[in-house]
């Protein structure tokens, strides 16, 4: 008997869970001020999480999967990404799409059942949201695939969640990614629930970044609830992507302190006690405390940009609820190229009802 292979997953942690450092600072976390924007986008995303909430409960909105306690991961993630690179989102990236040039006024109003917020007005490049689960992997292993024909130096970033890589189209992106030598970046929110499964229900592989060995590539975990070391190894990764047209599967580590969506009810299977565990870990306090440690942020500070955060989203708000709603025969516009005969008279005849009951 001899061994043919080995392997190792690392796991990148630069600021713990007490706010100390671990390991030396990336040389972009030496800037305090790059810092402070990172903690500045983390605290929007969670008042803006909380509207969202709010908005559904009272009837103002439809269902919506809340990002709280996984600021770190997609703001991390958003700010490691260059203007050229393409994203192709799920579900829970608002911490990623306001990075990107998207509204948060487009956000709300996609969850709120309007299709037009998924054509952002500031981002033509990216994909819009994807809420099949796993689909959108397959859909960025295409983008790569065309700008390693193009030869551009480019770098594609796709995100699912845990239960995501449960889904065939997850195995099969990354061994189409392996196998072309694609310059995409697989990124895993492991929140450790697919909706009510846990995460040890999901798969028997202690880790998923190993899940990139057997497609040929590295795979790594990221404590995600620390913002610099998300930033700081998902940069690397497209760096990589681009130079070298390399794929990578980063494996973010956090907890998802709500319940899956607005729809759903973690109390009827989420374990007590596991959430106040976990939330000791948090990332927003966590980065606040070390920005204090280092005598850069105060509670002055911190009253300005609850202020600011307010502000922009109850403007946010105004947008949302001042958008004239759409035609009804709209739904038809976007399905076809060359709309077929049999859809041509449903959208005449919808066209005409409304108008009859507007006359």
Wanted: proline share 4%.
């Amino acid at each position: 008997m001899k061994i043919v292979a080995r392997f190792e997953i690392p796991y990148y942690q630069i600021l713990d869970e007490n706010s100390k450092l671990v390991s030396e600072l990336p040389e972009f976390a030496k800037n305090p001020e790059n810092l402070i924007k990172l903690y500045r986008l983390m605290v929007l995303n969670r008042l803006f999480d909380t509207k969202a909430i709010a908005l559904q409960r009272t009837g103002k909105m439809g269902t919506y999967p809340s990002t709280r306690g996984q600021e770190a991961a997609f703001v991390g993630v958003g700010n490691a990404m260059q203007n050229e690179d393409v994203f192709v989102p799920y579900y829970r990236d608002v911490g990623i799409l306001i990075q990107r040039g998207v509204k948060l006024s487009e956000i709300l109003l996609f969850w709120g059942g309007d299709e037009r917020g998924n054509c952002f007005a500031n981002n033509k490049k990216d994909f819009p949201y994807c809420v099949p689960i796993g689909t959108q992997l397959l859909h960025a292993a295409g983008v790569a695939t065309a700008i390693n024909i193009k030869k551009e130096k480019r770098a594609v970033l796709t995100v699912c969640g845990d239960g995501g890589t449960s889904e065939g189209d997850f195995y099969e992106a990354l061994n189409v990614a392996g196998v072309w030598k694609l310059p995409l970046v697989f990124v895993v929110s492991n929140n450790q629930w697919a909706i009510s499964v846990p995460r040890e229900a999901q798969t028997a592989s202690q880790t998923i970044a190993q899940k990139a060995v057997a497609a040929g590539f590295s795979g790594e975990q990221v404590d995600g609830n620390d913002v610099i070391a998300v930033r700081e190894r998902v940069s690397k990764a497209l760096d990589k992507a681009r130079e070298k047209h390399e794929p990578t599967l980063i494996e973010i580590l956090s907890y998802r302190h709500s319940d899956h969506t607005t729809a759903d009810d973690a109390s009827r299977y989420e374990p007590k006690g596991t959430r106040e565990k976990e939330w000791t870990k948090e990332p927003v306090l966590r980065l606040k405390r070390y920005l204090e440690s280092i005598n850069v942020w105060d509670d002055k500070k911190e009253e300005e940009l609850a202020a600011e955060c307010a502000s922009e989203i109850d403007k946010t708000l105004q947008e949302y609820a001042n958008t004239p709603p759409a035609a009804p025969e709209s739904m038809f516009d976007h399905l076809y190229a060359s709309l077929p005969k049999i859809y041509e008279e449903q959208r005449a005849a919808l066209k005409h009802v409304k108008g009859a009951n507007h006359g």
